[in-house]
């Protein structure tokens, strides 16, 4: 392991192998595995998990925006990526790097479908996302008439994929919910293939969903924050592995007097002797104000160290009375030890804010040194 000097983000690629190799156990050996590697690879570094996971044999890779796949194709990288959220502006970088868009409505349809007859594509693959209850993005079951109707008027898309993205499946309180959300997305399938033809590539779940609903995974899913190490469920704790740890040092012990008070707005005040240590991160790298006044814990030598009055910019301090540490020991996070999962919770968030809210100028650092 490293021996760290300020603030890190440790990436184990180790851990995303060991949990792409559990997910994929979790479905048929046909089943494609796209990663979701959208938000710089939840936080992480997007090129370097893309870059494992292709050395792995994923099969297709999903981002958000036509930016982050660009970056991507940049660095090297060259199996199929989905752009799950493009945007009218794209098109065209979407077709010069080769990346397939999922669309959602009648104007992105219309306005991808003349992109690619103005670059004289034929049978550009493109995925069409459907609407089943998230009511966030995607065609509604009535719309397959029109996009009959669009794509036929020329040879220009074929359609690889249909998805759909389910709204609760980490929710077993919501089954119903999730299966109705399953129910229409068959239906949906057997329409546009009856319509359409048949389609390489039916994908409706996530993370969660391979988890809880395996029955529902058609040709290909979609899997983020699990390759992550985070199943959103302790159930699956013991099969997962943190890939990111949060990991800083003690900058400077101080010892406060009874009645002193620590940090802006004198927010904490020592009820007796105190000794607390002020650590190298804040606001500004991702652990904002919410985590401080006691709320969160961090680890130093194995002890849980609540977070003390307000958390800075750039800093915040800990209450490290009766442990046992000095200036420079390490101090994690979350990662190793503590999950993000618990980390989050502290706040009231979950894994995937605190993840991808970890700035840039917190340096990635990797586990094993040659990683590939
Ligand atoms: C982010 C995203 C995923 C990945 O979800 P996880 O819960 O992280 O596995 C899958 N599909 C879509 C459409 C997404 O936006």
Same mark, same amino acid.
């Given at each position: 392991?490293?021996?760290?000097?300020?603030?890190?983000?440790?990436?184990? %690629? *180790?851990?995303? @192998?060991?949990?792409? #190799? +559990?997910?994929?156990?979790? $479905?048929?050996? !046909?089943?494609?595995?796209?990663?979701?590697?959208?938000?710089?690879?939840?936080?992480?570094?997007?090129?370097?998990?893309?870059?494992?996971?292709?050395?792995?044999?994923?099969?297709?890779?999903?981002?958000?925006?036509?930016?982050?796949?660009?970056?991507?194709?940049?660095?090297?990288?060259?199996?199929?990526?989905?752009?799950?959220?493009?945007?009218?502006?794209?098109?065209?970088?979407?077709?010069?790097?080769?990346?397939?868009?999922?669309?959602?409505?009648?104007?992105?349809?219309?306005?991808?479908?003349?992109?690619?007859?103005?670059?004289?594509?034929?049978?550009?693959?493109?995925?069409?996302?459907?609407?089943?209850?998230?009511?966030? %993005? *995607?065609?509604? @079951?009535?719309?397959? #008439? +029109?996009?009959?109707?669009? $794509?036929?008027? !020329?040879?220009?898309?074929?359609?690889?994929?249909?998805?759909?993205?389910?709204?609760?499946?980490?929710?077993?309180?919501?089954?119903?919910?999730?299966?109705?959300?399953?129910?229409?997305?068959?239906?949906?399938?057997?329409?546009?293939?009856?319509?359409?033809?048949?389609?390489?590539?039916?994908?409706?779940?996530?993370?969660?969903?391979?988890?809880?609903?395996?029955?529902?995974?058609?040709?290909?899913?979609?899997?983020?924050?699990?390759?992550?190490?985070?199943?959103?469920?302790?159930?699956?704790?013991?099969?997962?592995?943190?890939?990111?740890?949060?990991?800083?040092?003690?900058?400077?012990?101080?010892?406060?007097?009874?009645?002193?008070?620590?940090?802006?707005?004198?927010?904490? #005040?020592?009820?007796?002797?105190?000794?607390?240590?002020?650590?190298?991160?804040?606001?500004?790298?991702?652990?904002?104000?919410?985590?401080?006044?006691?709320?969160?814990?961090?680890?130093?030598?194995?002890?849980?160290?609540?977070?003390?009055?307000?958390?800075?910019?750039?800093?915040?301090?800990?209450?490290?009375?009766?442990?046992?540490?000095?200036?420079?020991?390490?101090?994690?996070?979350?990662?190793?030890?503590?999950?993000?999962?618990?980390?989050?919770?502290?706040?009231?968030?979950?894994?995937?804010?605190?993840?991808?809210?970890?700035?840039?100028?917190?340096?990635?650092?990797?586990?094993?040194?040659?990683?590939?």
């Amino acid at each position: 392991m490293p021996d760290i000097h300020e603030t890190v983000l440790e990436i184990d %690629l *180790g851990a995303l @192998e060991h949990n792409y #190799r +559990f997910l994929r156990s979790r $479905i048929k050996p !046909s089943t494609k595995f796209m990663a979701v590697v959208k938000a710089s690879g939840y936080g992480s570094d997007a090129l370097a998990i893309a870059n494992k996971l292709v050395s792995l044999g994923i099969d297709a890779l999903a981002v958000a925006y036509a930016s982050e796949g660009i970056a991507l194709r940049e660095g090297g990288i060259r199996c199929p990526i989905l752009v799950l959220h493009p945007q009218v502006g794209n098109f065209d970088e979407i077709i010069a790097y080769e990346m397939e868009p999922s669309l959602y409505s009648a104007r992105i349809l219309k306005g991808f479908h003349q992109a690619a007859r103005k670059a004289a594509q034929e049978g550009y693959p493109v995925h069409l996302k459907f609407n089943t209850g998230l009511n966030r %993005l *995607g065609f509604w @079951e009535t719309d397959v #008439r +029109f996009i009959k109707e669009e $794509i036929d008027a !020329s040879g220009a898309l074929k359609i690889k994929g249909i998805l759909s993205h389910l709204g609760a499946s980490e929710d077993l309180d919501e089954k119903e919910f999730t299966q109705r959300q399953i129910a229409l997305f068959s239906k949906i399938v057997e329409e546009v293939e009856r319509s359409l033809g048949p389609i390489p590539l039916k994908h409706l779940l996530n993370t969660s969903g391979i988890l809880n609903y395996p029955e529902a995974q058609w040709d290909m899913v979609r899997s983020g924050i699990g390759v992550y190490g985070y199943g959103n469920d302790p159930r699956f704790d013991p099969e997962l592995r943190p890939v990111v740890s949060l990991k800083t040092v003690i900058s400077q012990l101080h010892r406060i007097e009874p009645g002193e008070t620590v940090g802006y707005n004198r927010a904490y #005040r020592a009820d007796g002797h105190r000794t607390t240590a002020t650590l190298p991160l804040g606001h500004a790298d991702g652990i904002g104000r919410q985590y401080g006044q006691g709320k969160a814990s961090v680890l130093v030598q194995g002890n849980q160290a609540p977070i003390i009055g307000n958390v800075c910019m750039d800093m915040l301090m800990i209450d490290v009375t009766g442990i046992d540490c000095k200036e420079g020991d390490e101090v994690i996070l979350f990662g190793e030890g503590q999950s993000a999962d618990q980390f989050a919770s502290y706040a009231g968030t979950i894994s995937y804010e605190l993840l991808t809210g970890i700035a840039t100028r917190v340096k990635r650092i990797y586990k094993d040194p040659n990683p590939l």
